[in-house]
C-alpha cells in the first residue's frame, strides 16, 4: 500500500501545497510562520480550536460537515494534510483512521483531548445476537473510555484552556493571543455549563433514552441517567435489547426517546411507539449544527432536555 501508493500520495501532497500557495496569493492572508494549519478531527474539535487558534492559525477539519465521524476513511490528500500540519486535534478513540494517521505521521505534533480532561469509563458493549467472535472484536472500541467528552461543556473548557498552551508552544510568537481566546473560550464554557447545571437541576425524569450512547458526559455532570438503545451508531440492536430498553423506559416512565441528527430514527421510533413516548432530536455534536455554532446547539439541547424530562 505505502509504495503503491507513494505517487498518488506526493501528487496530493503537490496539490495541497499548490492550493494552499493560491489561497494564500489570493487572499493576501498574513503570513503565518508560526503554529500554521491545524488539523482537527471533528467539529466540536474545530469549533474549539477556530475559537482558540484565531486568525493566527488556519483550520482544516478532516470530517465533511454532515458526515457520520466514527467510521471516517481519509483520503490520501487528509493523511497527507496531517502529516503536514503544525498540529493534529483529535479524541483518540472516536475515529480509528485518524488515530492511525496522527500515531503513524504526527505522534510529536498531536493533542490527543481525552488526555486533557477525566474520562467516563465506556458502557460495556453486550455481544450481538448471532454475531461471530471476529464481528464482535470489530465493535469493540480501541480504547476503554467513552470518547464523547465535548458533550459536557466543564471538560471542554479544560480542553481549551490547554489547547491555549499547546498552540502558545508551538507558536511563543502569538502566545498571549491562544492564551486569552483560549480563556475567553473556556469562560464561555463555564457559563454554558453553569447554565445546563441550573436547567436540568429540579426535573420529573433523570432518564435519557438515547439513539446511540454519546451522551454519557452530558448525563455524568447533570446527574441524568443515559440508557443507550445501541453503543454505537452502526449497530442494529438485538431483539432483546429492544425488549429490555422498553421495559426500562415504560418502568421509568419515560415520555421521550431521543433521536439524533445523524442517526436514522426508525429504532427510536418503533421504541417510541411501544412504549408510548413521543421522539425528539438531541443534537451530539458529532457534526456541526445547520445553523449556529457549539454553544447555540448544545443551548438548544438543553430546551430539548427541559421539555423532554419535566424540568422546572
Ligand atoms: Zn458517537
Redesign the pocket.
Known amino acids: 500500500m505505502m509504495s503503491g501508493n507513494f505517487r498518488l500520495r506526493a501528487a496530493g501532497l503537490l496539490a495541497v501545497g499548490t492550493l494552499l500557495a493560491t489561497t494564500a496569493c489570493g487572499t493576501g492572508a498574513a503570513e503565518t510562520t508560526g503554529a500554521g494549519e491545524v488539523v482537527t478531527a471533528l467539529y466540536p474539535l474545530q469549533w474549539l480550536t477556530e475559537r482558540v487558534g484565531g486568525t493566527d492559525i488556519t483550520v482544516t477539519n478532516l470530517t465533511a460537515p454532515g458526515v457520520e465521524p466514527?467510521d471516517l476513511e481519509l483520503t490520501p490528500q487528509q493523511v497527507a494534510e496531517i502529516a503536514g500540519a503544525k498540529m493534529a486535534v483529535y479524541i483518540k478513540g472516536v475515529q480509528p483512521a485518524v488515530d492511525e494517521a496522527v500515531e503513524q505521521h504526527a505522534a510529536d505534533r498531536s493533542f490527543d483531548a481525552a488526555t486533557a480532561v477525566k474520562t467516563l469509563e465506556a458502557a460495556h458493549e453486550e455481544g450481538h445476537e448471532g454475531e461471530t467472535e471476529q464481528e464482535h472484536a470489530e465493535h469493540e472500541h480501541e480504547v476503554s473510555y467513552d470518547p464523547?467528552l465535548w458533550l459536557d461543556p466543564s471538560r471542554l473548557a479544560t480542553v481549551a484552556t490547554q489547547l491555549g498552551d499547546r498552540l502558545a508552544a508551538a507558536d511563543p510568537a502569538h502566545a498571549r493571543g491562544f492564551k486569552d481566546r483560549a480563556a475567553k473560550t473556556a469562560a464561555e464554557l463555564t457559563a454554558l455549563d453553569a447554565e445546563m447545571a441550573k436547567g436540568l437541576g429540579t426535573c420529573t425524569s433523570k432518564t435519557l433514552v438515547t439513539s446511540?450512547e454519546?451522551f454519557g458526559y452530558l448525563a455524568d455532570r447533570y446527574q441524568l441517567k443515559q440508557v443507550g438503545i445501541t453503543i454505537d451508531?452502526d449497530s442494529e440492536p438485538s431483539p432483546a435489547r429492544l425488549a429490555e430498553v422498553a421495559k426500562l423506559a415504560k418502568d421509568e416512565k419515560v415520555t421521550t426517546i431521543f433521536t439524533e441528527t445523524l442517526v436514522s430514527p426508525k429504532v427510536a421510533e418503533v421504541l417510541a411507539g411501544e412504549v408510548g413516548a413521543k421522539t425528539a432530536v438531541l443534537d451530539?455534536l458529532?457534526t456541526g449544527p445547520e445553523q449556529g455554532d457549539y454553544l447555540s446547539a448544545m443551548r438548544a439541547n438543553l430546551q430539548t432536555l427541559r421539555t423532554a424530562l419535566g424540568c422546572s
Open positions: 466514527h464523547h446511540h454519546a451508531p451530539p458529532e
